[in-house]
């Protein structure tokens, strides 16, 4: 059984963060460790606060597990501080992390900032360099960028943009647009887009779905192509088994 660490936000309601790459991890057949990076306060409507893990903490438990278990992919989502991402980028280069996949996470679908601006160049310089995969949605890979992306040709610049901080490959989810859902993946050797039917109503956690069951099958040795058609077609499984648990209008996955 292969071992997949996540390093992200703490979602109490279950729906994203940790505790749904927890049973995505489970899932796919893989042994799923969580270390939180930050923490929330938040339930099924909203995200009313949010807490950073202070750095030496994170760092020693990030250096007590790593010492112990290596993983076979790590996956990043929220890390809201720049102290905190300085201490996961530090981590990944001391433990030689090759499967690293980074969820760029910034906002809250609420609104709610889960990254902080001097984060953001943070996660730019140091992070991206060591991702085999980074995962930003449109609204992400705007900030990312500091362009707006309203075209193909936007997002094809874009992601040229994305390539040259650093990451081997950028996957852009086209999911928050309209018509078919389309992800587009660049590296490689090719541009492809994975192209799913979009499915009505408000999710709950998807891309920390999307991005964990990529570092599973990364971590199971496949090639970062296939990695992401088959945690498409995953999420796209997840979609069709969803229910909502709270007074929000957002359904959650039910694994």
């Not at 270390?35 to 306060?41: E, F, G, Y």
Request: net charge positive; hydrophobic share 40%; proline share 5%.
């Amino acid at each position: 059984m292969i071992k997949v660490l996540s390093i992200a936000g703490s979602d109490p309601s279950g729906g994203a963060g940790i505790q749904t790459d927890l049973k995505t991890f489970q899932a796919l057949g893989a042994h799923g460790m969580a270390i939180p990076a930050a923490l929330t306060a938040q339930n099924s409507a909203s995200v009313t606060g949010s807490y950073s893990i202070p750095p030496r903490e994170l760092s020693q438990q990030i250096d007590t597990l790593l010492s112990d278990i290596k993983p076979d992919a790590v996956k990043t989502g929220m890390l809201l501080t720049r102290q905190t991402v300085i201490a996961v980028a530090s981590a990944m280069r001391n433990y030689r992390i090759v499967n690293l996949v980074v969820d760029p996470v910034i906002r809250s679908s609420s609104g709610k900032t889960l990254l902080k601006r001097d984060a953001v160049r943070a996660m730019q310089k140091e992070l991206f360099p060591l991702a085999r995969v980074i995962t930003p949605n449109i609204p992400e890979a705007e900030v990312l960028t500091g362009m707006r992306i309203m075209t193909d040709e936007d997002m094809d610049f874009a992601a040229g943009t994305l390539m040259d901080m650093g990451p081997r490959y950028v996957l852009i989810k086209g999911g928050h647009g309209k018509g078919p859902a389309i992800d587009t993946l660049y590296g490689g050797k090719t541009v492809l887009s994975f192209s799913t039917e979009r499915q009505e109503g408000e999710f709950h956690g998807t891309g920390c779905v999307l991005s964990s069951a990529i570092a599973v099958f990364i971590g199971k040795g496949l090639p970062v192509e296939k990695a992401v058609e088959k945690a498409k077609l995953f999420v796209e499984k997840m979609l069709k088994r969803t229910n909502r648990v709270g007074k929000g209008r957002a359904k959650y996955f039910q694994f």
